[in-house]
């Protein structure tokens, strides 16, 4: 390592050339990597509702649509908006009454179902779109965009695809925002703890170059989801700022006993070995995402691990190089405000017993609360209301009666009458408010000869018949889910392989697969965690003492939501525990590692606890605020609520284990000093050195 060490400070002016012109790639890379804004893409794909999902898009082409509503429109202008929005490049097929019979024939000739489907009371009628892409496909999203420039007044596009094309502008409108107050917070912060003053904006540009780096690789994946897209800036800065606050305070130290190429050699060295448990365990906690059966965990943690290794390598490498070419700049420097917790530390050494008494009453009442803080499932909620797909969407639901769409795919040998016998079976379930078949259209007295070709393929394609169930009851809730369970017993009465489809099935998916996940998801990042400080350590106390401070820490955190009435969207209860278990137990570990570095330089328990905790508060307070800064202020700027609910935790969970690790693991330390040098293989060392 010093060897590479020497070649860095040796040749840094050749590293900077090297790590700019890896930008290049890396910004082709990163835009030519598709963002995926369907969070229901990612349900594992061997699921009913995935499964009828497949033959919707590959044989129905419906799994892609969007509803427009026209109030009290007259038909001429009807039909001129429906050929117009026909010749957009994107829409496959634009659906409506005069595909079914001639525009001079009153709509009372028609079947009652298609009547009430086309058409309510108050003079409005609605057109069915059609895509010839998936719905958060390119083609999908230029096509709704050309579609809003087209619709007139009182018209309202609504439906998945076009609160897709919406949620797109919105992260798209609202990343630089992200990154702005990332950056502007994290350098307050930086700005508060540094003595030099060009330190902050060298650190800031030290971590542009590995989250660049990241973005870019990610074209490797394929495809990000928006939310990784829009975390994973904050995220990487938050997470690998104490890398570089470890290496700058490692190189003022040597450079107090050695010259400061030398200084730097061994800060790198010493840095590496420093870091390698920290950023092992980080990594390790977003790779438990992996486990889980939702693809999006796997996409967030792939995406952060690969993220924090960069990191790694960047610190070592290019932020070195930084700080030696600037070095001379570095002798400007401002007063410091981040307190080294001296009385903090005595008060924390003369009341281990009543710290962690007083800790204990506050965790048990969050711990019990934690279990019961209600969650959302359905995603739209989490959008601005006032979002043209959303007011679209909710026109639908006023006009139509179309709260939610379920597709129900049956076998195509199923005769005329049983598939009567099951659009009528379906309609007596409680909040079916409409079944529409392909039957309906015969039942109403039309010939089948006389049934255009094109309605024809909306019902039957792929061997595969389809039925369309309107269901006033929303996506998620307790009484949709029991509906389609009901509906789902019935359709498999008629056919064993049927299959239902749509938001309100898949959605139902996703609460079912969330459960499971978020237990996979806890147990993999903890027992991943564990087995690295155990092995990092060569303990078996040490690990459950910082993983307990850390998994208390999320408990309070989780807790807190219940309290304050907050929901929360469903991913922030399963992702939170492991972003804040592998970003903080850093400080954990620094902790635990200076306190057995003063045991070993001869001090006794309470004397090394103290210490320890003046030696590393600083460091700690530093790399949890900028964490905390990075995201509160995402938090703060952000109009969708699952970014903003996930950088606030993010954020408050920063505030929470940088508490916990200042003030009760000391008291743990303390009280457990004995089992340590037990349970700990070569835990006091006197001929060790002292390292800062």
């Excluded at 006009?399 to 049956?410: G, I, S, Y």
């Excluded at 019902?459 to 269901?471: T, Y």
Aim: hydrophobic share 50%; with cysteine; aromatic share 8%.
């Amino acid at each position: 390592m010093k060897v590479w060490a020497r070649l860095i400070v040796k040749h840094r002016k050749a590293v900077l050339v090297i790590a700019i012109i890896l930008l290049i790639p890396s910004v082709l890379g990163m835009l030519g990597t598709r963002v995926n804004y369907d969070i229901l893409s990612y349900l594992p794909e061997d699921l009913d509702s995935m499964v009828g999902q497949q033959i919707l898009d590959q044989d129905f082409k419906t799994a892609s649509t969007a509803m427009v509503t026209l109030e009290n429109m007259p038909t001429a202008e009807t039909l001129k908006l429906k050929e117009a929005l026909e010749g957009i490049e994107g829409v496959d097929q634009v659906i409506w009454t005069s595909d079914l019979v001639d525009v001079s024939v009153p709509k009372e000739m028609l079947p009652e179902d298609i009547q009430k489907f086309f058409y309510n009371e108050d003079g409005a009628t609605m057109l069915l779109v059609k895509f010839t892409g998936s719905s958060a496909s390119a083609s999908t999203m230029n096509a709704l965009a050309q579609m809003k420039a087209t619709v007139q007044e009182h018209c309202f596009i609504g439906g998945m695809s076009a609160i897709m094309a919406d949620t797109k502008q919105l992260v798209n409108s609202e990343m630089p925002l992200y990154i702005l107050c990332a950056v502007g917070f994290s350098l307050l912060i930086l700005f508060l703890s540094m003595k030099s003053t060009l330190v902050p904006l060298l650190f800031i540009v030290g971590i542009f170059f590995p989250i660049v780096y990241n973005f870019g690789t990610n074209i490797f994946l394929g495809q990000i989801s928006y939310i990784t897209q829009a975390l994973a800036t904050v995220l990487q800065l938050g997470v690998t700022m104490d890398f570089s606050i470890f290496l700058l305070h490692r190189y003022e130290e040597e450079k107090q006993s050695c010259p400061n190429e030398e200084a730097m050699v061994r800060a790198i060295c010493s840095t590496f070995t420093s870091i390698t448990a920290s950023s092992l365990t980080t990594i390790a906690g977003f790779l438990a995402m992996c486990t889980m059966s939702l693809t999006l965990g796997r996409d967030i943690g792939i995406v952060m691990a690969k993220g924090v290794f960069l990191g790694v390598v960047c610190t070592i490498t290019i932020l070195p190089a930084l700080l030696m070419t600037f070095d001379k700049a570095l002798r400007f420097t401002h007063r410091t405000f981040i307190p080294r917790l001296s009385r903090v530390s005595h008060f924390v050494v003369k009341h281990p017993i009543p710290i962690l008494a007083v800790f204990l009453i506050i965790f048990i009442p969050f711990a019990a609360a934690q279990a019961k803080t209600p969650v959302y499932y359905t995603l739209f909620d989490s959008l601005p209301q006032d979002m043209d797909s959303i007011v679209g969407t909710n026109r639908l639901k006023e006009d139509f009666n179309m709260t939610t769409t379920h597709f129900v795919l049956v076998d195509d040998d199923l005769t005329n009458s049983q598939m009567q016998r099951l659009s009528g079976e379906l309609e007596k379930v409680g909040g079916i408010t409409q079944v529409l078949s392909y039957e309906k259209f015969l039942g109403g007295g039309i010939p089948e000869e006389m049934v255009p070709q094109d309605v024809q393929n909306i019902f039957h394609a792929g061997g595969k018949r389809m039925l369309l169930a309107n269901s006033s009851y929303k996506s998620g809730s307790d009484e949709q889910n029991a509906q389609l369970n009901e509906m789902n017993r019935i359709v498999k009465s008629f056919d064993p392989q049927g299959k239902i489809s749509g938001e309100g099935a898949m959605t139902k998916d996703l609460i079912e697969v969330a459960d499971v996940d978020f237990r996979n998801v806890n147990i993999a990042s903890i027992a991943a965690v564990f087995l690295i400080i155990c092995v990092v350590f060569r303990s078996a106390s040490i690990p459950v003492l910082l993983v307990a401070s850390i998994e208390s820490a999320i408990m309070i955190n989780m807790g807190i939501p219940y309290f304050s009435g907050t929901t929360l969207p469903f991913i922030a209860s399963i992702v939170i525990g492991t972003i804040q278990l592998g970003a903080t137990v850093d400080y954990a570990i620094l902790m635990t590692t200076r306190f057995r570095e003063e045991l070993n330089h001869g001090c006794s328990t309470k004397e090394a606890v103290q210490r320890s905790i003046e030696n590393c508060s600083q460091s700690i307070l530093t790399s949890g605020l900028t964490f905390f800064a990075a995201t509160i202020g995402v938090a703060a700027v952000s109009r969708m609520e699952l970014i903003q609910s996930l950088c606030l935790l993010i954020s408050r969970g920063a505030l929470i284990s940088m508490v916990v690790i200042l003030i009760v693991l000391p008291a743990l330390l303390i009280l457990c000093a004995p089992v340590i040098k037990y349970t700990t293989f070569h835990w006091i060392q006197k001929k060790e050195r002292v390292q800062s």
